[in-house]
């Protein structure tokens, strides 16, 4: 088992477990404060029914008293009326400041639990276990909390970091290949953003698609280590934090108009990530050799590198216009001088976006 422990802007710090079948061990548990004996597990359909069980097991057994809110799976669920009805079984049940949360799912729910714990009572505890590759590597640490409104992606969230995260690379096991695959672009992503010797791991393509557990664990530990110094140096994105929306801004806008399930987070975030490689090499910041390096692991992670379909103009500007990352009105970018070699805040017109979207289309 390792471990890191993250520290935020405040003086507040963490834990984030990572090893295998943590959820039969005890080794970690006397090094997590918990404010009280009363949990509540924040699930969905999907995946209550595979761990649910095993996790309430392990805390009753150790005196805790948990209870279970299942909400429906999918991103479109990832809305206000979510929120309102898992405040209501939490009030139903007399939680009180004392009180924590656990999110047991992926991305979806550890954005939701976290905004419901920052939220509710002006603040509980929570903790997180991340079911998902993609929610391990990103969404796991860092605080951020978020919803989706009409308009647009997690247009309203806090930043509020859990207590404790437990990363258990057993459970990787039972996701389907394409969920497991869109995980390894925000892997892919990290290592584009770290570069140096971690790049390399990449290589290991075979490997990392039949998830050999010794180099999934090291991926992942790099991922978050990466990521653990950037959340520190910066918690509330008003700077260097910035670079980890490479591919995001037009990830964000791709998904919204594809749909939500139909283009998948990971698969939206690498098609971002070839836009926004393609648009810096017509700006002259990012050299062609790293627009074809970036491809060609993509491609070999099973990560799509261009569109389906040909998308609706209007529809995509409209997405893009709401993203939360835009000043002055403009869109703002991340772009890679090369591998390691961030930069961040650029603004481009809408009219330079487009055409590196005809480069995504077939």
Known sequence: MRKLVVYGESGKRYPVFLGR???NRDDWLGEVEFPSSQGVIITN????????????????QRGFTIQVVTIADGEEYKNLSTIEFIYNQ?????????????????????????????????????????????AQVDSSIGGKTGINLPQGKNLVGTFYPPQGVFIDISLLRTLPAREYEEGLAEVAKTFFLAGGEALSLLEEKERILSRGEDLLEEIIFQSLS????????????????????????IGHALERVEGYGRLR???????????????????GITPSKVVEKQREILIGLHLPTQLRDNIERE??????????????????????EDFG???????????????????LER
Request: without cysteine.
């Open 21 to 23: 079948y943590l959820l």
């Open 45 to 60: 359909s999907r995946v209550g029914p595979l761990y649910e069980e095993i996790v309430s097991s392990f805390f009753s």
């Open 90 to 134: 939490l009030l139903s049940w007399g939680l009180d400041r004392k009180s924590f949360l656990l999110a047991l799912g992926g991305g979806v729910i550890t954005d939701i639990t976290g905004f419901v714990a920052s939220t509710f009572l002006r603040g509980i505890t929570y903790f997180s276990i991340p079911t998902t590759l993609l």
């Open 226 to 249: 990466f990521k653990k110094r950037v959340v520190e140096e910066d918690e509330k994105e008003k700077g260097l934090r910035s670079i980890l929306n490479y591919g995001h801004t």
């Open 265 to 283: 987070h990971g698969e939206a975030v690498a098609l971002g990530m070839m836009g926004e490689a393609i648009l810096g090499e017509k700006l």
């Open 315 to 336: 529809e995509f500007f409209a997405a893009l216009r709401q993203d939360k990352k835009k000043e002055g009105g403009k869109p703002r970018l991340v772009f890679l």
């Open 341 to 359: 070699q961030p930069i961040w805040g650029v603004e481009v017109e809408e009219e330079k976006i487009g055409e590196a979207l005809s480069y």
